[in-house]
């Protein structure tokens, strides 16, 4: 007995507390003997060894057994094979693994890495704080709990739509009786029942509907609060073990109790900047989006079983919601209790919002979380209006970690399904037929950036040193996630959401672009009329109406009111390369900031800009995207005489180029004759002669020698001009 000692603790088994020997000969406690990975409880008929590795006598669970792939050597022949051709044969193993998805073989991965160059973990029974055993034991409680929740919800429906159809029938009656006795009298016509049957029917629809919305509110209502019981309950398991377990001096404890909300001690960027740090994180968080279970236990234990902190618990509970797309399950009419669908029932009865779901998982995982509600400008909302109802309410979570609060926003960072030849930069994961495009921006997110778009109740939860009033927060711009998620900054920090016009009608909005995106990032807009959704005013577009112009990596908008009407200003941007955009492929642009613009009064007629090619004005995206550099006028609007000469320096080449003069009331053909392009070494000169003086539009091409599309060569446009013509 002396030399029988746990192969998991290496402390001495006694024959009370005794598992083994197994097959390899090891022995092990009855509270060792659990999956090395996740730490469930096995037996004797239900224990796994390493298939893929001889020398490892640890015991897993079947989710988490190593695997080999049906195709592969044996390991010690891959070593061999990896040794006899000069070659690490760890390296060789990771290479030819890399590529599969099974999730049972991604698991075997992670799990062999113990083996490799990486420290063999060290376990206290299982590597989870709460034991589980008695976190199973807590969540088949709060089941039952929950059981009996959606019971009483399913028997006071019952009840509520019994009276509901019991008054619809009685007013009915009611009401068609004294039609009749109307009709009777000679006071009503036949054909005026048909107006009131579609008047009774108008009224239990609304009736029925504020029903529902009452119950739904009611209902909602209770779940969040049993979640938040359940969720203390849960967190109050952690904190025992907690107390039970020495932590190491190095590394600082998770608070025992929720922290009070103050602002964070750093900012996402300080944590992490790119996504790929958590790239093993959320594929597993894909492969469990994919995957049956039953419970949340092991849910959270297999979402996190890889997680090193608490930031990337947290990260893998928001991207398995993000990737479930919950909103957009199917589920049975009839949903058992102890089935995958049954977990997620609450989403089923439209009882439990992915913020009370996150704040669950988040209490499984032992992390402080909280349920937040406030306003949001949400969809439907634009610049300028005033929160004076619900229209715009919401709620979203914030998080413990990393020694602060920090904002996570499940629903708005939702995964979607994106066209295949959509080459938005959004972080993706391809699976089949399928991509998931989420919003990396709605995780972790500033309390600086979180406040252009969320309103909570309480301003303690604004997370900020100075908290903003309601009034505060409707007047600041309206940005959506990618204004943030390109870096880009108002160059006036005092800039509100509705723009007055000076005294011409003309309001400015300039936007500074960071100096990693000056050279990719290109924007577009849109204005129409504030209440609806004309974008013409006597048949002019009201995009002549703007100046859009780059100059010294700020993008400015310049809109020139030509009437009294509210209009809307919607500023779109994307990333795209110089190669993509000679294709002459479309280019998907998506909003980053909308403004209302107001002009009080208006004493000038104001003249349409030319009709060019939509999009900016001046050299500065020839210079971005094609490599043409403005020798002689490097601005937007060019004063000149009956004559001007446009040069450029090419910085790489281009084959041909066109130029195109336009001018109100004018027409183009007429205008042809004015221009000449010539390439001269690498010079490009533009020379125009103008038939009047005036006001002229020019618009350039160009084109690679390779630039095809159907056997036709391709021209691109590379910028515009706006030239006042003057006699001299």
């Avoid at 007995?1 to 406690?29: A, I, N």
């Avoid at 929740?149 to 009401?175: G, I, L, P, V």
């Avoid at 979640?227 to 020495?246: G, I, S, W, Y």
């Avoid at 005092?494 to 400015?508: F, I, K, M, P, W």
Wanted: proline fraction near 5%; aromatic fraction near 10%; charged fraction near 30%.
């Amino acid at each position: 007995l002396g030399d029988q000692c746990c192969h998991r603790c290496t402390k001495k088994v006694y024959p009370t507390d005794k598992v083994g020997p197994l097959k390899d000969g090891t022995f092990f406690h009855n509270g060792c003997f659990k999956c090395y990975i996740c730490g469930t409880r096995l037996a004797l008929k239900t224990y796994c060894n390493n298939r893929n590795n001889i020398d490892d006598k640890e015991v897993y669970c079947s989710n988490h057994v190593p695997v080999a792939s049906p195709h592969d050597l044996p390991l010690e022949k891959r070593h061999a094979n990896g040794s006899a051709n000069g070659h690490n044969g760890h390296d060789k193993e990771f290479r030819s693994d890399a590529g599969l998805s099974d999730m049972r073989i991604a698991h075997a991965l992670k799990a062999t890495k113990v083996a490799k160059p990486y420290p063999k973990i060290t376990h206290a029974g299982a590597h989870y704080v709460v034991d589980f055993d008695d976190q199973t034991r807590l969540e088949l409680i709060h089941r039952e709990h929950e059981d009996l929740m959606y019971d009483e919800f399913s028997h006071q429906r019952e009840e509520e739509n019994k009276e509901f159809e019991k008054e619809t029938k009685e007013e009915w009656e009611k009401a068609l009786a004294d039609f009749a006795r109307k009709f009777e009298r000679g006071q009503a016509r036949r054909e005026q029942k048909d107006d009131l049957i579609r008047q009774l029917t108008i009224t239990r629809e609304k009736k029925l509907e504020t029903l529902h919305s009452r119950r739904k509110d009611r209902e909602r209502y209770l779940t969040q609060e049993l979640v938040d019981r359940q969720a203390k309950e849960m967190l109050e398991l952690f904190k025992q073990k907690r107390n039970e377990v020495e932590v190491a001096e190095d590394v600082p404890a998770y608070p025992p109790s929720p922290p009070p909300p103050e602002p964070p001690h750093c900012s996402k960027r300080e944590i992490y900047t790119s996504t790929e740090v958590f790239e093993a994180v959320d594929q597993i968080a894909v492969h469990t989006a994919q995957s049956d279970i039953t419970s949340f236990t092991k849910l959270v234990r297999l979402l996190t079983y890889e997680a090193r902190n608490d930031v990337e618990k947290a990260r893998a509970i928001y991207r398995w919601i993000t990737i479930k797309n919950l909103n957009l399950m199917n589920f049975d009419d009839r949903i058992e209790k102890d089935t995958p669908m049954g977990l997620l029932r609450g989403i089923k009865y439209g009882t439990e919002s992915y913020h009370v779901l996150f704040k669950r998982l988040c209490a499984y995982a032992g992390l402080h979380c909280v349920v937040i509600r406030g306003f949001s400008k949400s969809a439907g909302y634009q610049p300028g209006l005033a929160f004076e109802d619900n229209r715009f309410r919401n709620t979203w979570n914030a998080v413990y970690l990393d020694g602060s609060w920090r904002f996570v926003q499940c629903n708005w960072g939702a995964r979607h399904l994106v066209n295949a030849k959509d080459s938005s930069s959004y972080d993706t994961k391809a699976d089949g037929n399928l991509r998931y495009e989420y919003d990396d921006h709605y995780f972790m997110t500033d309390p600086e950036e979180f406040i252009y778009e969320f309103f909570p109740e309480d301003p303690a939860w604004q997370l900020l040193q100075r908290p903003l009033t309601l009034r505060q927060f409707e007047r600041v711009p309206f940005v959506r996630s990618l204004f943030f998620k390109y870096g880009l900054h108002f160059t006036n920090p005092a800039l509100e959401s509705v723009c007055y016009t000076d005294r011409s009608g003309a309001a400015s909005i300039a936007i500074e672009i960071p100096p990693e995106a000056a050279d990719n990032l290109i924007f577009h807009y849109n204005l129409k009329f504030y209440d609806d959704d004309d974008t013409t005013m006597e048949g002019l577009s009201l995009k002549r109406f703007v100046m859009q112009a780059v100059k010294d990596r700020v993008v400015s908008f310049r809109v020139h009111s030509p009437c009294t009407r509210p209009l809307l200003l919607d500023i779109f941007a994307n990333s795209v390369s110089s190669g993509h955009y000679l294709t002459g492929q479309p280019i998907k642009f998506k909003s980053v900031c909308k403004f209302k613009i107001v002009c009080e009064s208006l004493g000038v007629i104001m003249i349409p800009l030319p009709e060019c090619a939509s999009g900016e004005w001046g050299p500065a995206k020839a210079t971005r995207l094609f490599g043409l550099y403005p020798i002689t006028h490097p601005e937007a609007i060019i004063n000149a005489g009956r004559h001007v000469e446009i040069r450029f320096r090419m910085s790489k080449p281009l084959s041909e180029f066109v130029a195109s003069l336009h001018r109100n009331r004018t027409d183009d053909r007429s205008l042809q004759h004015c221009c000449i392009a010539a390439i001269r070494g690498d010079t490009v000169i533009i020379q125009i002669d103008f038939p009047d003086e005036g006001q002229y539009g020019l618009d350039i091409y160009t084109r690679q020698n390779e630039a095809t599309i159907n056997g036709k060569q391709l021209l691109t446009h590379c910028c515009k001009y706006l030239i006042h013509a003057r006699n001299c």
